[in-house]
């Protein structure tokens, strides 16, 4: 993903870095309306390209996960409405896009929060979260270690 996409502690929805001022950023909306406004420094700003998801093994980055979620989809938005889902949809959601997620720190907050931002991003263009090397590579590297 070329964009840096960000999330704002305290707002809703994602929004897309268009530059960067003096003590501040500049977000746009990702949605139809793609509303500028600054984001000062007293904002929690994070990319999502920092954020990671609990596993029983090592933590797993958002991108990859919402590949993942790709994948399941078939990148159409979720099928599972997340505001209405309960406790154990989310988690055969979760089971079927990272199996090995940490069932005791992934809440379901974290996943109608997945699910959320995964249906914004995709409705709005975003389809390719990793880069095609780094899909390749991976792909690779588990034949390459069998050999």
Known sequence: MKDIILAIAGRPGLYRLV????????????????????????????????????TEGEDKPLMEIFDAVKRKEEGKVSALNYRTATHEQLAEFMAAVLPDYDRDRVYDTDIKKLIQWYNILVSNGYSEFVEPEATAEAAASPAASES
Do not use: W
Request: aromatic residues 6%; proline residues 3%; charged residues 35%.
């Open 19 to 54: 530059s960067r001022g003096r003590n501040m950023l500049i977000v746009e909306t990702i949605d139809e309306k793609r509303r500028r406004f600054p984001a000062g420094v007293r904002d929690r700003v994070t990319s999502l390209n920092d954020v990671s998801m609990y």
